[in-house]
């Protein structure tokens, strides 16, 4: 890989690992746990949003749209209401085995980046919106994961102190 596309690609996969590290041995009662009042994200739900933010990024970053198979097995980004779709009852093991899948999509394709592909402008959003570099993709899909494993902390908290 190329230097700065191995940095970029080390914060994403080390980012990764953590999450894999704070979800590890959740119950499925857990995993599908939504908060004192069942209001709240489940760590199901952020682990598939996760995976799909990313998904999306590695499509991106190739320069092709988004699989129609992907967006039916993985998608949509926000459900009818604006939120993130209702996952239950999936496995973590297979949650994670899925998002696996993508980490190793991102490798592959940021084998194929120089670092001068890191400033090439991609578009995002639901819409297509906003537009960002390649760069600034790679450093949000690390970001986004840290963000979220804060809404995992909580949970696990919450759901431990119920028990």
Not at 19 to 34: A, F, P
Not at 82 to 92: F, G, T
Not at 95 to 120: A, F, G, P, T, W
Not at 129 to 149: F, N, P, V
Request: proline content about 4%; overall charge negative; some cysteine.
């Amino acid at each position: 890989m190329s230097p700065m596309v191995g940095v970029l690609y080390s914060v994403v996969k080390e980012n990764s690992e953590r999450l894999q590290r704070i979800t590890e041995g959740m119950s499925q009662e857990e995993i599908d746990y939504k908060g004192y009042n069942g209001t709240f994200n489940s760590t199901a739900q952020l682990l598939r949003h996760i995976l799909y933010v990313d998904l999306n990024w590695v499509y991106r970053i190739k320069g092709e749209p988004l699989p129609q198979t992907s967006i039916e097995q993985f998608g949509p980004m926000i459900d009818e209401h604006n939120k993130l779709p209702m996952v239950n009852e999936i496995p973590w093991n297979l949650l994670i085995s899925q998002y696996e899948d993508v980490l190793q999509m991102i490798k592959d394709s940021c084998d194929q980046l120089i670092d001068d592909d890191l400033d090439r402008v991609v578009l995002f959003g639901h819409e297509n919106e906003k537009q960002a570099t390649i760069r600034w993709g790679l450093w949000h899909m690390a970001d986004h994961s840290r963000y979220h494993q804060a809404h995992i902390n909580q949970l696990r908290k919450w759901f431990s102190q119920q028990s």
